[in-house]
Every structure is written in C-alpha cells, then in structure tokens.
C-alpha cells in the first residue's frame, strides 16, 4: 500500500493510492461471496455457482465493481490518517487501475483547510448598540405576563367585538356543497387574531350567543387547498358562548404571585435589569459580527469550491432537520416559498462562504494570540452541554469520540477569539444629533393674576389637580 500526495492550485490536492494484487484477490473473493445468492446456472443450485464458474460465464469483470467498492472503504480513511493534509470535503474518487494480477490504483481530488493570511484584526472599529431600556419596554413586558395569567369570563350583556374568545359551530359549503374540512363544533375563536380566512372574523362581531348566520367570504388566491383558492364559500355558523379576557391589576399582589418580588416596583426593576441584560449580549453578538466581517475583508485565504459545497450541504440538511422538527416537510416549505432544492442550495451557498470564513479568521487569530483553553472552561462547557441533554457531565463525556473532545476545545478557543475581537476593538463615538431650531410661538397674553405671580416670583395658592401624583401613580410611572 502506498501514498502519493500532488497539491494542486487553490488548495486542493490529488491523493494516488495503490494497493497491492493481492488486496485486489481478496477483494474480488468478497465481491464474489456478496452476489452468489443472486446467481443462477444451469446444473447448480442458487447460490451454489463456484466463483470460476461465474468468472467463466460472465468474465472477472462482474466483480470489480464490487471489489473496487470494498477497496476503496477500507483504504481511504487509513491512508487520510497517515496524511499530514487537513482534507475539508468528501473525495471526488477514480479508478485509475483495476486488473487481476495487478496493483489497484486509485486517485481522490480533495479540498484541504486553507491558509489563512490575517491582515489587522486589532483595534477595528465597530457601532455599539443602544442598551438603553425605555418604560415602554417595560411596560410590554409586563403586559405579556398580564396576557399569560389571564383569565376568561363568560360575557352575557353585550354582543360579541374584538379581542373575544368566541365559541362556534361552523358548517363551509363551496356552490351549496359541503367541502371536506369545513366543518366543526365548539371551536374557540379568539376575534381578531386572524386565525381564520380574512373576513371571517369580522362577521361574528356584534352578534350574541345563540345567534345563527351565515359567514360569506372568499379563499386567498395562494390557499394552501387549490381546490378551494380564490373561491366564495358561506359557514353556516352559530355562536355558543362569549368569553372575554380579564386581566389582573398592575399591583404588589400581581408581582408577588408572578415573581420572587413582594412589590411591583422591585418587580419592574427586575424586568428592567433583565431587559437590560438581554440587549448587551445582544449588542456584543452584534459588535462581534460586524468586527468579523472586518477581519475577513483584511484577510487573504483561498476557499476551494468543494469546502463550499460540503457546508452548504450541511447548512442545508441543518434547516431540513428543523423544518422537519416544526412539522414542515422541507419539498413542502420549498412549494411555499416557490423554489426548488437547487433554488434553495444557491441561497445557501454564501451564507456557507461567510461560515467558514468566519471559522478561519477566528482560528486564525486564536492562533496568532496563543489562545488556549483551561481545564476550568473545557468542564464548564462539558456541564453546560451536559446539562442541555439533562445528562451526568462524566456520562457525557464518555459518549464523546476522542476527535469530538479536541473540537469542543477548538470551539472554545474560537469563542475566546471572537470576544478578544471586542475587547481590542474601538466603539465608534456616536455623533451628537443636530439640534433643530425651536420654532417661536406667539407669546401669550398673561392674565393679570399670572404675572403678579411670576414677577413676585410667588407660587399660586393652588396648584391644578391634574398635577397631583400619589404614591400608586408614582409606582405606575416608575
């Protein structure tokens, strides 16, 4: 068995492997035994035609495919092993020899990691993010945890209107035909969410329970049933019950019974600091992308097409995997986006360039900076992931293949590499905004009373109620 490595331009390289006579014996000896039970010949039974016989019927020839087959599986990944190439794609394979009595030859055209030549990666300049947290925020977070701990209430003196839990019956017919999948009974509709056909919600507003009445709308032109897009249809519909949203008051009582907090106001600052929290990690993921990006516009590397292919695939059966988890068939996804796998995997291709740029350039600067990696920060990323799969950390790691613990380091130092990026990069000042101009307003006239207060510099006796702020507003306002 020998090797022969032939680096070729834009880091590829072509590996020859031969493999000795006898390997090839041996291999025909297995191709043999694989098809035997397929064999039928006259005067012997199936699978009982000796390998000459066959040779002899149908030539040697029969078996190399087979044979080549065996050959090949069994000596690339050794012969890979002993290379001192960091081979990046799956190897373009081709019999360059095959013939009994002699060496198999075999050649396979492989993409190898590039050399990545860093330009400036220190002191970059990148845009820091706002993290300033606005009451408005706040208060919409508190409003999504107002909608979690809500409560229905049947509604019997008003007709129905948005934002109502309606209970219906609802019957669909298509030219006074019922249509398959029209049809149901005491389905919860909440109005104006849009669940339903646009139109059909609308009509059940203003009617009360125990109304019967005809819903008249028309299917979307891109409906997902062709056999009902862009056509009439009349529900027969009734409504059985309105149920209205209550939501609990804004108060200590709610803070306590949603959080560890006993008041609203330390509830409030919690929900802030969280907030808060949130929007720089936000903001350093942002800071770190657009630094990237930077850092591989000043590099030079080469990026061969077969390591480009190889991520796309991966990204590609990536996004089928969680397609499929969201219960999405991926041909399905690509009928509704209007594409085709080949559509789909041109788009993918850049986003697969930017990946593995990105994993250059980081591993690139870990090495220019010595980056390594402790064994404090390698077990606390074993406990995190361990955690993930609600494993034991030492279970986990013995599920890991010696190959998977050394690229969990290299991940770490990668992560370590993009953080140093903001550590030695600059946030950009941001410039101050140009103050417009007040527009001058008429002055208006003062009352008498009004400017004997201001010139004595006196305050008015009373002040206007809309001025007043007790102690539960001041919450409210914080």
Known sequence: MSLKVEKLEGNMAKLTIELGADKLEEAITRAYHKVKNQVSLPGFRKGKVPQKMIEKQFGVEVFYEDAANFLINDSYRDEVADCDLEIVSMPEIDVEQIERGKSFIYTALVATKPEVELGQYKGLEYTPADVKVTKAEVDADLERTRELNSRQV??????????????????GYLDGKRFDGGKDEGFNLTLGSQTFIPGFEDQIVGHNPGDEFDVNVTFPEQYQAE???????????????????ELPELDDEFASEVSEFDTLKEYKASIKKRIEERKKEEARSAAKEELVAKVIENAKMIVPTPMIQAQAENTAQDFKMRMEYQGLPFDQYLAMVGQTEADFMKEVEPVA??????????????KAENIEVSDEEYEAEIKRMAEAYQMDPAKFKEFMAPEEHEGLKRDIAVNKASELLVDLG?????????????????????????????????????????????????????
């Open 426 to 478: 600059v946030a950009a000042e941001k410039k101050p905004e140009e103050e417009k101009p007040a527009e001058k307003k008429p002055a208006a006239k003062k009352k008498p009373a009004e400017k004997k207060a201001e010139d004595t510099e006196e305050k008015p006796a009373k002040k206007p109620a809309a001025k007043k702020t007790t102690k539960k507003a001041a919450e409210e306002k914080e």
């Open 353 to 366: 360039l930017k990946t593995i740029q990105t994993r250059l350039v980081l591993e690139a600067i870990a």
């Open 227 to 245: 056999h009902l897009a862009g056509k009439p249809a009349v529900f027969k519909c009734k409504l059985n019950e309105i149920k209205a949203k």
């Open 154 to 171: 049947p509604v019997e003196d008003r007709p129905a209107q948005l934002g109502d839990i309606c209970n219906i019956d609802y019957d």
